[in-house]
């Protein structure tokens, strides 16, 4: 691979990201070998990673509290696990009707007993009471369909008609077309 | 159920006594994970105080949402998660912290405690709070998520793919973040020296 130099920077551009995993110590296999490999023979790469071993550690600012700060702060984190559960129990009581599963089970339970009912109640219940006027309409309605039913009929009738007159026209002139 | 000495057990026997409703499984994991969540809320925040509270915050939020977790990942994955997540939320909330005064208070402490190392010498101090504002000056001026990547690199000592896990990105961003981390800061420290 080239080796672009950037004096700035100090490294060559192609390994700046590898060094700085080969100074984490997080890069393996082929790329620590590429790495290794390119080390040998280039001044500025050793540089940048020297640079990086003394400047990198010190950016670490340790904080070291002391025993009395970790009472504190496991009393206090006990004290607010100990509201926390308190608070949701209260709220699982409370949510329990509108939690997932009883929606759906309640729902099924609904109609269930709808179908039970109306499977060994039938016939028991008047769900639909026609009024009398509207049952005469109902009536008449249904004659009103029949007429029809039957004009058609007479309609057959006249075509049967029709194709018996047309088969005796036909009949006479094929006996009076024959040679004598 | 949690053997007879919780402490011994491991993540997931006490996560899944803790899921049953048992807290003091929760409090174990707590104990055991407490000084890493404080320290890395630290290195977030560079105040005592403010650490305590986003450490413990993100222990109370494992807890409401234990029941949701599907361990998919460990334990500690997923609450990493959690508290980076609050952790960069502190930082949009907060802005851009001074962090001379936050080196101050950290330094001055709060009574109760003082940071345990050995006493240096007048010049050694000097020096060294010197370098210490230099840095946090610099780390500052980080975009968030190149700041996460480097203090989880540099100062907890993740791997990059536990890092891609935790920050749910790409291995390949989480290395672009670290190297452009990197030489920001190198080149800021360089003009400040």
Not at chain 2, 30 to 45: E, G, H, L, M, N
Not at chain 2, 105 to 111: A, D, I, L, P, Y
Not at chain 2, 156 to 161: F, P, T
Request: charged share 30%; hydrophobic share 40%; net charge neutral.
């Amino acid at each position: 691979m080239a080796e672009r130099h950037d004096p700035l920077r100090g490294a060559c551009k192609d390994f700046e990201q590898d060094l700085i995993l080969y100074y984490y110590q997080d890069c393996a296999g082929i790329e620590r070998r590429r790495v290794e490999s390119h080390l040998v023979s280039c001044a500025s790469c050793r540089r940048f990673l020297e640079e990086l071993q003394s400047l990198l550690p010190a950016t670490v600012k340790s904080d070291e509290p002391s025993p009395a700060f970790w009472q504190s702060y496991s009393r206090e984190i006990r004290a607010r696990l100990v509201t926390a559960d308190e608070k949701s129990r209260w709220w699982d009581a409370i949510s329990f009707p509108f939690r997932p599963w009883p929606v759906p089970a309640v729902a099924t339970a609904l109609v269930l007993a709808v179908a039970l009912t109306l499977t060994f109640t039938k016939g028991r219940w008047p769900f639909h009471q026609t009024p009398p006027q509207e049952r005469e309409l109902v009536e008449m309605a249904s004659v009103t369909d029949n007429l029809d039913f039957f004009n058609s009929f007479d309609f057959l009738d006249s075509m049967d008609l029709l194709e018996a007159v047309e088969g005796k026209e036909m009949q006479k002139s094929e006996t009076s077309h024959q040679p004598l | 159920m949690v053997s007879s000495r919780p402490e011994e057990s491991g993540d997931e026997e006490l996560v899944t006594s803790a899921q049953r409703g048992e807290r003091q499984a929760f409090e174990v994991l707590v104990d055991r994970y407490k000084q890493k969540a404080y320290r890395i809320a630290f290195d977030f925040t560079r105040d005592r105080e403010e650490a305590k509270d986003l450490s413990q915050e993100a222990f109370l939020q494992a807890f409401s949402h234990l029941k949701g977790f599907d361990r998919r990942a460990s334990f500690y994955t997923w609450f990493y998660r959690i508290l980076v997540n609050l952790c960069l939320d502190y930082r949009r909330r907060r802005g851009r912290i001074s962090w001379e005064s936050l080196d101050e208070r950290t330094e001055k402490g709060n009574g109760l405690d003082k940071i345990a190392n050995p006493a240096p010498s007048p010049d050694q101090q000097a020096m060294g709070e010197e370098l210490s504002r230099r840095i946090g000056a610099a780390l500052a001026t980080l975009p968030p998520k190149q700041r996460a990547v480097f203090l989880l690199k540099n100062h907890q000592g993740l791997s990059i793919s536990e890092i891609a896990t935790v920050m749910k990105a790409a291995e390949g961003t989480i290395k672009a973040h670290l190297h452009r981390a990197v030489m920001a800061l190198r080149q800021r420290l360089t003009e400040l020296a």
